[in-house]
């Protein structure tokens, strides 16, 4: 099924990017704007280039996305020079919501808003034949290129596991 996932990503992506190279800009709690372009083969954020990028939409509702913090909290604070998290909540929390919500929970990574996202939510979704099941993560490879999609929560151990891949993942080619 991931195969599936991956697969559609990068066809539909790379119809997608023959018409057009979108740049969105997300904006996190913190007021930090990130730009991000989508690729054929998946996404550049500025300011990530080599480090592996976990991108999950969550939600604040969601158990196990609930459940899935304090796991991506760890692989940030052990991982820092070779991960990014970045994170869209999608259940409706605006922006000052949200900062309190991270605040809380103690989160070290990127958290932004739905409303600060614009049309990227909208974006992956088209990409990946996303439905909405929460938690949905998006691994990225060190060049931005999608190597693993997963609706659903997954153990620490297997996102340590995809860390230590993907970082270390020589792949047959990029995209510039």
């Known amino acids: 099924m991931k195969k599936i996932f991956i697969l ?3 066809l539909f992506g790379s119809l997608y990017a023959q018409s ?10 913190n007021g930090v704007a990130h730009e991000v372009t989508g690729t054929d083969e998946g996404l550049k954020i500025k300011g990530l280039e080599g480090k592996v990028v976990f991108l999950e939409f969550f939600g604040h509702r969601c158990p196990p996305c609930l459940a899935s913090i304090p796991h991506l ?22 922006n000052s919501q949200l900062a309190e919500f991270a605040k809380e929970k103690g989160i070290n990574y990127i958290v932004i808003a739905e409303e600060k ?6 974006y992956i979704a088209q990409r990946a034949q996303w439905k909405g099941s929460i938690p949905f993560l998006v691994a990225l490879d060190t060049t931005g290129n999608v190597q693993f999609v997963q609706a659903g929560m997954l153990p620490e151990s297997s996102l340590e596991a995809l860390i230590k891949q993907l970082s270390t993942k020589t792949p047959a080619h990029t995209t510039k």
Request: charged share 20%; no cysteine.
């Open 117 to 122: 996202a614009g049309n990227f939510v909208n």
């Open 20 to 29: 057009q190279q979108p740049v969105m800009t997300l904006t996190d709690i």
């Open 8 to 10: 559609a990503f990068l």
């Open 73 to 94: 909290i760890d692989l940030q604070k052990k991982y820092k020079d070779k991960l990014a998290v970045m994170t869209v909540e999608v259940q409706g929390l605006n």
